[in-house]
């Protein structure tokens, strides 16, 4: 039977020769020093993963690292993995240059549960381990670790070991399982062929969950694979997640490209970049300020680039101190939002200007555009970001807000880097707390965008309505074409206007309240007068020139009629020559429904002798039905069109 999992992982960490690999080993039975030359040299060199049972029975696993300062970069791998530490400091050693580095790079990589083991307690006396103790409290004051347990601990003779067993026990329950709804991805730890099977690589996924049969994608080469199988802790499984040991064993895979430092990743949205946005924080004992532009070495997860680090706020970053900053590499990484990284570079100030270990941070986005410093709209977004990245609902809204228009389920996941399923759910807990707005078509849309559209909306029929003092407001079409924005979006904004009273509208024509035309006595008269005159012309309306002549008015001023009892919806403007009142058309239309009921298609001709007018009338007619949808022109006859089939009940 299989024994229960618990998605969480131990790491070991502290100075080479501090006895990690041997406490691993007393907790799995298992040499985690694989390599050769490891156990030749009794030196940890890469990363060891094994399976621990815990006290209830569950199985957590562990991730023994090397403690040499020339395989730091295989440490920060490790850690990137790590819930729970086990810091280790050797009683006859006290604290080292790897044990200050190791508990900075396990800050900056947001782990916050632990316990100290004090190992080689064989070897000292009591008055020296209470040193080595005080000395220990000093180095973790202030630290995520500041009061967790100290366990001194003998690897050779077991002394000490259920004390520690049972605080380790203690920190694995304070430790809730990694419930991360991101989608999976896993770097890439080591990549191996097995004769018969085929590749396999290792790792502990950062994110997600995979199960066997899925496809995975490579980054950054984008081959696509598929999972045949899976182990984790070394058991067949069905599912991997976040935390675990896990080994996949990958179909369709070019074995060359499978290398440590890439990242296999479900296609959420993920993509190779060469710049990412991140809050960065500089280590209080950097010794100096970091320079804009500064030239590091860049760890996430198992991978590793040479950068610049830009500074998006200021200028230098100074210690202790963080900054929303743009890391600018060499080489393309597969990383993503809400991942933790390392920053060493060479810092002469710093143990004789060797490289070290001098900052990190959290990765905000992944924009892969070059960014400029001090612009207020980014550091307004990185921030929101910033405040969101652990709220997975806030994550979304955020993304929802950056999208800036109406954006379906499935597109609001690729953005926000999450399975389409959990994005349903944060969506609906966006739009149960008024963050977010379902509108028909079932696209999102973020409140904020639907107010900056409302916004826009005003503005441009007010300054429509300044421009044309003559027309009572301004055509749907005309707002949709200057505004660019997609019609659901546009039509869920306009709505919101009407119902509040800050937006008329007549037929196709908006207007703000209080605006348009503002008619003197004397154009209000012309203007029922030219509208009685179409009235009574009915089907032969005369040319906007007779109606001038007529009437006694200039032309141009008949024409500022005719738009405003256009823009109203009582004329209907065909073409140039023929404005016919609303009436007419409508008694036209049932001339078009009768003769459809009569037959299913009909000439012009036909159609012509049926309201008793010219071809001069009959075709702009004709072909204002056939734009409205009632008729659809075919050759010389016209079928019914939509709104025809509809009025006459034939679907």
Excluded at 80 to 103: S, Y
Excluded at 131 to 152: H, K, N, Q, S, W
Aim: hydrophobic content about 45%; some cysteine.
């Amino acid at each position: 039977m299989t024994a229960p999992r618990k998605n969480i992982m131990l790491g070991t960490a502290g100075h080479v020769d501090h006895g990690k690999t041997a406490l691993a080993k007393l907790l799995t039975g298992c040499d985690l020093d694989r390599l050769a030359v490891e156990q030749q040299r009794g030196l940890t060199i890469e990363l060891g993963f094994a399976p621990v049972q815990m006290a209830d029975k569950r199985i957590v696993g562990i991730v023994d690292v090397p403690g040499h300062m020339d395989f730091i970069r295989n440490m920060v791998a490790g850690a990137q993995g790590v819930d729970v530490v086990i810091l280790v400091v050797a009683a006859d050693d006290g604290v080292m240059p790897q044990t200050r580095e190791h508990l900075d790079i396990l800050t900056l990589m947001g782990v916050r549960h632990g316990l100290v083991a004090v190992t080689k307690i064989d070897l000292v006396e009591a008055d020296l381990r209470e040193i080595v103790v005080e000395e220990i409290a000093e180095l973790l004051d202030g630290t995520f670790l500041a009061g967790a347990p100290v366990c001194g601990v003998s690897n050779v003779t077991g002394e000490g070991f259920d004390a520690f067993f049972a605080a380790l026990n203690e920190a694995v329950a304070a430790c809730r399982p990694r419930e991360d709804p991101r989608a999976f991805r896993l770097w890439i730890e080591r990549s191996f062929p097995i004769r018969g099977f085929g590749t396999v690589v290792s790792g502990i996924p950062a994110s997600g969950e995979v199960h066997v049969g899925e496809r995975l994608r490579l980054l950054p080469d984008g081959l696509s694979v598929r999972v045949r199988g899976m182990e984790v802790y070394g058991e067949a499984a069905d599912v991997a997640r976040a935390g675990e040991c896990v080994a996949l064993n990958l179909a369709d895979a070019d074995a060359e490209l499978l290398t440590r430092g890439k990242v296999l990743c479900a296609d959420e949205g993920f993509e190779p970049v060469g710049l990412f946005e991140a809050d960065l924080t500089l280590l209080p004992g950097a010794g100096r300020p970091l320079k804009d532009y500064a030239e590091v070495h860049v760890h996430v997860g198992t991978g590793e680039a040479m950068g610049h680090v830009a500074m998006l706020e200021g200028e230098d970053l100074a210690p202790g101190a963080h900054q929303l900053v743009q890391l600018r590499l060499r080489d393309p990484l597969g990383v993503a939002a809400g991942e933790r990284f390392v920053i060493r570079t060479n810092m002469a100030a710093l143990a004789g200007g060797r490289v070290t270990t001098v900052g990190g941070g959290r990765i905000l986005g992944t924009s892969n555009l070059r960014l400029r410093r001090k612009r207020p709209w980014t550091i307004e977004m990185l921030s929101a970001r910033r405040a969101a990245i652990d709220s997975p609902a806030g994550w979304c809204g955020v993304c929802l807000r950056e999208a800036g228009e109406a954006v379906s389920d499935d597109a609001l996941a690729r953005r926000a880097q999450m399975p389409a399923g959990r994005v349903a759910e944060y969506a609906e807990q966006l739009v149960a707390d008024g963050t977010a707005r379902r509108l028909p078509g079932g696209e999102l849309v973020h409140a904020d965008v639907l107010a900056r559209t409302r916004e826009a909306i005003l503005a441009a029929l007010i300054q429509f309505h300044d421009a044309n003092p003559m027309r009572l407001g301004m055509e749907r079409s005309q707002l949709a074409g200057q505004l660019a924005t997609a019609p659901p979006l546009l039509a869920a904004a306009l709505a919101g206007l009407v119902e509040a009273g800050k937006l008329t509208s007549h037929g196709e024509v908006l207007a703000v309240p209080g605006c348009g035309a503002n008619l003197s006595a004397e154009d209000r008269a012309l203007l029922e007068r030219v509208e009685a005159t179409l009235q009574q012309a009915h089907l032969a309306p005369p040319t906007p020139e007779t109606l001038a002549a007529d009437l006694g008015a200039p032309l141009a001023r008949i024409e500022e009629m005719l738009r405003l009892l256009v823009d109203a919806g009582t004329v209907l403007r065909l073409d140039r020559k023929v404005a016919m009142h609303r009436d007419a058309v409508a008694a036209a239309e049932e001339v078009v429904l009768d003769l459809f009921r009569q037959a299913p298609s009909f000439e012009t001709v036909q159609f012509r002798d049926a309201v008793g007018v010219s071809r001069k009338f009959a075709v702009p007619l004709l072909d204002y039905f056939d734009t409205a949808k009632l008729t659809v022109r075919s050759a010389s006859r016209r079928r019914p069109g939509l709104r025809a089939r509809e009025a006459l009940g034939k679907g």
